[in-house]
């Protein structure tokens, strides 16, 4: 069902329209038979490249078209709601993309946004470590001074698209203070000495690479460090924020989608002689359902306005996170539920979305960390 969207420019509708359009010809057809067989459409991201969806929110001048983040963020939400690997890809693209467009020189801006917005390179990135997840202060892969610039050693947990990504926004330590000791790093996909794990075996989002990245001595010319020595963790966090919001606009999309298929659904679905649709006790919890999704909405585009508006939304950020992930958790498991034991098998998408969902409330900080974030900030208690 098309959602009734309110947008701030007749630009940014007919934008999200063109994204929605290009969604439902040009991926939906795939993303069932693609999640089954475990096979990344990467050829979908050159695609969305080429269509403008990777450079919504970035600046003309590298080929962006400069749409405020609730626009960006519709559209994403566009794209999951058919295709949730793919949705979660742009998210994953544009906030390793993100380190660049904010915190890179003129010169590394000029050089590498073009073909990242234009989806020319596709990018992941590499934060979390087998033993740093939550906490990233317990991160110990280490960029050392060299000739050319650094050598990177150590290794990389859970990267998405890993393998496959041909840049690697990559946290390294170049001190031990557990803040001020992390730089960040613009990494080619090819450079030597890096390699990479086998594909995590996942419970969703099958289609979507997730390795651990191992570097050995690998060369990073200086050229390649983004924002200052000691700088990384302010990016990593702050690239985060905006990440949490395409994951909040993604869940939102997913859930979008199992309410939809409920919704058909139980109006076609007939027991006692009449459809489910007219029993109250379905409705009721498809009305819940409906709710739910247009609370995860409300929330991510608050969020997405007071950053369109330049204010803080940090906190916002992680209450989006929050909320439109437990939503897409709950809602799909309702949509299970309305189409009943057809709802538990492999003939219908619900049991996917529902895989899909747990997810959501795990990456770019669990949703515990996101109420640490929120509790943090409503006490005022000094960052850690
Ligand atoms: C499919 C997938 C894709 C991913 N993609 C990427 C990626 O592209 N790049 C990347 O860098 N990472 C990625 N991740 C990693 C992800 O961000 C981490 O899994 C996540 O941050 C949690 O870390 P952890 O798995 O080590 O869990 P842990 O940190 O070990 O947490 C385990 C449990 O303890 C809880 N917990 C931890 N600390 C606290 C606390 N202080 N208070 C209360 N509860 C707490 C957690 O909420 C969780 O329930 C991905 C993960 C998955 C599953």
Not at 65 to 92: D, H, I, K, R
Not at 114 to 142: F, H, N
Not at 156 to 180: C, I, L, M, N, V
Not at 311 to 319: G, Y
Request: charged content about 20%; hydrophobic content about 40%.
């Amino acid at each position: 069902m098309a959602v009734d969207r309110l947008f701030p420019t007749e630009e940014g509708a007919e934008l999200v329209s063109l994204v929605r359009e290009i969604a439902q010809t040009e991926l939906a057809p795939h993303a069932a038979a693609d999640e089954a067989a475990g096979r990344f459409p990467r050829d979908s991201f050159g695609m969305l490249g080429e269509v403008g969806m990777l450079g919504l929110p970035y600046p003309e001048e590298y080929g962006g078209t400069g749409q405020p983040y609730e626009v960006y963020l519709q559209a994403l939400e566009e794209v999951a709601a058919v295709w949730m690997t793919v949705g979660v890809g742009v998210s994953v693209h544009v906030m390793a993309s993100y380190a660049m467009a904010e915190f890179g020189t003129a010169e590394q801006r000029a050089t590498y946004l073009p073909e990242m917005v234009g989806g020319r390179l596709l990018g992941a990135y590499a934060l979390s470590e087998a033993q740093a997840g939550s906490d990233i202060s317990a991160m110990t892969m280490r960029a050392k001074h060299a000739d050319h610039g650094y050598e990177l050693n150590g290794a990389k947990a859970w990267t998405t698209h890993g393998s496959y990504a041909d840049f690697y926004t990559t946290f390294a330590r170049t001190g031990d203070d557990p803040r001020e000791g992390v730089s960040c790093f613009h990494v080619p996909g090819n450079a030597p000495g890096l390699t990479f794990g086998s594909p995590e075996h996942k419970m969703g989002l099958n289609a979507s690479p997730t390795t651990a990245l191992y570097f050995d001595a690998v060369p990073i010319d200086d050229s390649r460090r983004i924002g200052d020595e000691g700088q990384g963790a302010r990016i990593a966090l702050s690239a985060l924020d905006s990440g949490r919001l395409g994951i909040a606009a993604c869940a939102t999309g997913l859930a979008q989608a199992a309410l939809d298929l409920a919704a058909d659904y139980a109006k076609q679905r007939e027991q006692f002689g009449q459809a489910i649709a007219e029993f109250q006790g379905l409705r009721f919890l498809l009305a819940e359902m409906a709710a739910s999704v247009d609370s995860a909405r409300a929330t991510y585009l608050m969020a997405a306005r007071k950053r369109d508006a330049g204010r803080p939304f940090s906190r916002d950020a992680a209450v989006a996170k929050l909320i439109a992930s437990d939503a897409a958790m709950k809602v799909t498991t309702d949509a299970v539920q309305v189409l009943g034991g057809y709802g538990y098998t492999r003939d219908y998408p619900a049991e996917r979305y529902m895989r899909e969902a747990k997810v959501t409330q795990i990456f770019e900080g669990t949703n515990q960390i996101q109420r640490l974030v929120i509790a943090r900030q409503l006490l005022k208690y000094p960052l850690k």
